[in-house]
């Protein structure tokens, strides 16, 4: 995304639209804002190749500091921001900003995060003490580009294996930005983003796939129209109050459309004619169902904030190939593996791995790039004899509950932290809303009672401890956890049942 090449040519197009508010962004604005922010952290000592973190909801200033991170050479780290305090100094210790910028209602949150003898950059959208006031500071800044601009690159954050940051850098390319490699060139030539398109965001920004899809739309001179908060009655109010053209959605969002009462009295907008599920695999008969609604425009796109690769279905092949998430985008290769890392045949379900191509830009700066660095984000699947992948679940035990990846050790750790808890195992079980749910088997210590009050008792404990997004569901009391000879959880023992009865 580099603002000058649209605004040079239509510098009062829409560039950015909050959903609810109406607040909005040209092109023009959002060029000379990224500027101005741009020579204020230049100013304060942020060179390129450092990181500017953004602890932001859905907010009209999401796109400056975007901009203004990637035109300035800056590792841009859109983070979750219902992190406790806690869960969020452990990732800015991991991240080491030189700037932070964040907003008034979590301004408290990430004061308590950064270390007490910080040196960031601390920037609040809202007047708060110890915050220096985002639009004051940039006000007196000039609107023109940095001399020396240079391209950023992205930062996503998985909790990992044990729950602790981990993150995906993109490489820093050394190039200016108008020389860019356009980010994800086949999905946006296949979902026909332009110039005209007018994408629905509803979801958070922090997520890959809103912050991906937001880019591939301002970089094509379209507008994003980005919803404050997901409502599914809202949703389908913004798609026709702001002509919208494109949408980008989870499974979640989607049920949660399917389940409007009023739904089948709702005129569809006409301009609405592409819209995309991502985050997690999308049943077939949530696409159906979709699609019988809408017409035959609900596509998938399939893949990882690690950015190994892509896969993407249309509305068409996925009625022909029913539970696929498609074919690999943008000379990216799919295998599928025994456990010896042997090729299997189409229709064998085994591990399943990404070849990215060797001359791939957008590559993490831990990975090789070539063609034989193979990777895997722990998911089994199977290809069948057109190409098409076929996911059959996760090797490890993350769950996914709404698009969003949670890390059963951590909530376990939680857990036994309180007195009452003996023994924990938290794994996820199936959810006809999210996808998955986050469950939780504990074996209490002797006295306690095993009732619905100490089960109240131990989720507040989580809820207090945790994003609250991470907290169980339900907990059930067993008088003993299954353990292996190796002293790890009998997870598969445990949660087997859930899945025969579901």
Known sequence: ????????????????????????????????????????????????????????????????????????????TPVNWHLTPGELAALLAEAEPAAVVTSGSLAEAVAAALPEDRRTVALCTDRVEGFAHLATEIASQPTTPLADELFGARVLYSGGTTGRPKAFRQKLLGVHPSQAPTRHAGLVEKLGIDANTVLLSPAPNYHAAPFTF?????????????????????????????????????????????????????????THTTAVTSGAPCPAEVKNAINAWWGPILHEYYGASEGYGHTYISAAEAAAHPGSVGRPLGGTRVHITDAADLPLPAGEVGRVWFEPPASSAYINSTDTGTSAGWKSMGDRGYLDKDGY?????????????????????????????????????????PDPEFGEQVKAMVELRDGVEADDATAAVLIDHCRRNLATFKAPRSIDFVDRLPRLPTGKLNKKALRAPYLTTS
Do not use: K
């Open 389 to 429: 992948l076929y996911l059959a679940g996760r090797e490890s035990f993350m769950i996914i509950s709404g698009g969003v990846n949670i890390y059963p050790e951590e909530i376990e750790a939680i857990l036994l932290r309180h007195p009452d808890v003996l023994d924990v195992a938290v794994f996820g079980i």
């Open 214 to 270: 937001q880019l591939m739309t301002m970089a094509a001179g379209g507008t994003v129209v980005c919803m404050e908060r997901f409502d599914a009655s809202g949703a389908l109010a913004a798609i026709a109050a702001h002509s919208v053209t494109h949408s980008q959605w989870v499974p979640t969002m989607l049920l949660r459309l399917l389940a409007l009462p009023e739904r089948h009295a709702i005129t569809l907008s006409p």
């Open 1 to 76: 995304m580099y603002p000058p090449s649209i605004a040079a040519e239509r510098p009062d197009s829409l560039a950015f639209v909050m959903a609810a508010s109406g607040t909005s962004l040209t092109y023009r604005q959002l060029d000379e804002q990224s500027n101005q922010l741009a020579h204020l952290l230049r100013s304060r000592g942020v060179e390129a190749g450092a990181s500017i973190v953004l602890v932001m909801e859905n907010r009209i200033e999401w796109p400056v500091v975007v901009a203004a991170g990637m035109r300035s050479g800056l590792y841009v």
